[in-house]
């Protein structure tokens, strides 16, 4: 089954669903760097990449997708999140950046079985609840186009009383769309990342869909520290063997789990060499290398080395890597290099990054976790398989 994957950054979302089963047929991003490692990753023949088609270097209010129309399966992307981004401005509509227009042209102009897209947590704040419901509506109507003369309030108006008026089997084309908040450590990925996913299905498919189920908890990590053999595992020094001092009355009334234990940051990077005390072995490995400057300041304290990473961040607020350090027990912090940010992000070992150390971390700050993408493509593949049988 094919697929469109538009504002495609790093590829993370793009690897998750290859992973799935999907084939890309086109390729878009307007970023140089994120291009040249999508580019440079095909040419290396990396697991996942390596028959992907030329990446579309540019802006995709330049592309025409209807060459495609009838032809795709699946759209996916990950539309520019700064308009919703806590870091950012909030402007939303109001953001020229907001491409949520375009990711709707692309399924009105396409009309695929089933689409994906991501955006940020921040798009589910109060003050965005009307605008979160108009990009909904668009995604289930996408050929209700907004006028050159309408406000996107009234065309968000013209949306509702489509859906309240409209005629079983009236339109054309339309979508039955859910969303939900997902927390990537429930899922696996040893990233306390959340982020809103939207997934549609063509209303003629008649398909129901719910997303999949979580498979990780914060309580079955607690109970492998306190009566598990995590530690043992890792042949962590025993005066580094403490959980978080908020976590210890959770841990004493915990009952047997049933979900697997969150991944922590030692589960994704214990087996790297230190990059700042084993430079010559970190050299070995593909953007392995140690970043200096590394400091505290509020509201960035870095990752403990036994829990789930925190969010990685763009750094494009504040302090250049944001929250992108290693916190470990002795007290010490240093930047993750971009090796294991990658790890962070379930990005594969051979999967390479073009760029500075600022760059390569925006790239991946802003991905999709691969492992994610693949958890949530894996159930739209298996639902579109099942009508095509």
């Given at each position: 089954?094919?697929?469109?994957?538009?504002?495609?950054g790093?590829?993370?979302?793009?690897?998750g669903?290859?992973k799935?089963?999907?084939?890309?047929?086109?390729?878009?991003?307007?970023?140089?760097?994120?291009?040249?490692?999508i580019?440079e990753?095909?040419?290396?023949r990396?697991?996942?990449?390596a028959?992907?088609?030329e990446?579309?270097?540019?802006?995709?209010?330049?592309?025409?997708?209807?060459?495609?129309?009838?032809?795709?399966?699946l759209?996916?992307?990950?539309?520019?999140?700064?308009?919703?981004s806590?870091?950012?401005?909030?402007?939303a509509?109001g953001?020229?950046?907001?491409?949520?227009?375009?990711?709707?042209?692309?399924?009105?102009?396409?009309?695929?079985?089933?689409?994906?897209?991501?955006?940020?947590?921040?798009?589910t704040?109060?003050?965005?609840?009307?605008?979160?419901?108009?990009?909904?509506?668009?995604?289930?109507?996408p050929?209700?186009?907004?006028?050159e003369?309408?406000?996107?309030e009234?065309?968000?108006?013209?949306?509702?009383?489509?859906l309240?008026?409209?005629?079983?089997?009236a339109d054309s084309?339309?979508?039955?769309?859910?969303?939900?908040?997902?927390n990537?450590?429930n899922h696996g990925?040893?990233q306390?990342?959340?982020r809103?996913?939207f997934?549609?299905f063509?209303?003629?498919?008649?398909?129901?869909?719910?997303f999949?189920?979580?498979?990780?908890?914060?309580?079955?990590?607690?109970?492998?520290?306190?009566?598990?053999?995590y530690?043992?595992?890792?042949?962590?020094?025993?005066?580094?063997?403490?959980?978080?001092?908020?976590y210890?009355?959770?841990?004493?009334?915990?009952?047997?789990p049933?979900?697997?234990?969150w991944?922590?940051?030692?589960?994704?990077?214990?087996?790297l060499?230190d990059?700042?005390?084993e430079?010559?072995?970190?050299a070995?490995i593909?953007?392995?290398?140690?970043?200096?400057g590394?400091?505290?300041?509020?509201?960035?304290?870095?990752?403990?080395?036994?829990?789930p990473a925190k969010?990685?961040?763009?750094g494009v607020?504040?302090?250049?890597?944001?929250?992108?350090m290693?916190?470990?027990?002795?007290?010490s912090l240093r930047?993750?290099?971009?090796?294991?940010?990658?790890r962070?992000?379930?990005?594969?070992?051979?999967f390479?990054?073009h760029?500075?150390?600022?760059?390569?971390?925006?790239?991946?700050g802003n991905?999709?976790?691969?492992?994610?993408?693949?958890v949530?493509a894996r159930?739209v593949?298996?639902?579109?398989?099942?009508?095509?049988m």
């Open positions: 089954m094919r697929v469109i994957e538009v504002f495609a790093a590829g993370g979302l793009g690897i669903v290859s799935a089963g999907f084939s890309p047929a086109r390729i878009v991003e307007w970023d140089r760097w994120c291009c040249d490692t580019r990753n095909t040419r290396r990396t697991a996942m990449v028959n992907w088609p990446p579309f270097e540019g802006d995709v209010r330049e592309v025409d997708f209807r060459d495609l129309a009838g032809k795709i399966e759209v996916t992307g990950g539309p520019p999140c700064q308009p919703f806590l870091g950012g401005k909030h402007r509509h953001d020229a950046r907001d491409m949520w227009p375009q990711a709707v042209r692309v399924v009105r102009e396409t009309k695929p079985k089933a689409f994906i897209f991501e955006n940020v947590k921040g798009l704040r109060g003050s965005f609840a009307t605008y979160l419901a108009y990009i909904v509506h668009q995604l289930t109507f050929e209700l186009v907004r006028r003369d309408e406000s996107w009234d065309h968000l108006g013209r949306l509702e009383r489509h309240t008026g409209r005629r079983r089997g084309v339309a979508y039955r769309v859910v969303y939900r908040v997902l990537a450590a990925i040893p306390r990342r959340e809103i996913v997934v549609g063509r209303n003629d498919l008649g398909i129901e869909w719910s999949p189920e979580e498979s990780h908890s914060l309580d079955a990590l607690l109970w492998d520290q306190t009566r598990g053999d530690w043992e595992r890792h042949a962590a020094p025993k005066c580094s063997r403490e959980i978080a001092p908020r210890a009355e959770r841990a004493r009334r915990l009952e047997s049933t979900l697997m234990p991944r922590t940051v030692r589960d994704a990077i214990g087996d060499p990059p700042e005390h430079a010559g072995r970190a070995a593909a953007n392995h290398r140690f970043q200096p590394a400091r505290a300041y509020p509201g960035h304290t870095g990752s403990p080395l036994d829990q969010t990685l961040k763009a607020h504040g302090v250049p890597g944001g929250e992108n290693l916190l470990s027990p002795d007290g930047y993750f290099t971009v090796r294991e940010s990658a962070l992000q379930t990005f594969p070992d051979d390479v990054f760029g500075s150390w600022s760059e390569t971390m925006r790239q991946l991905a999709v976790p691969v492992e994610l993408a693949a949530v159930g593949w298996a639902s579109l398989g099942a009508v095509a």
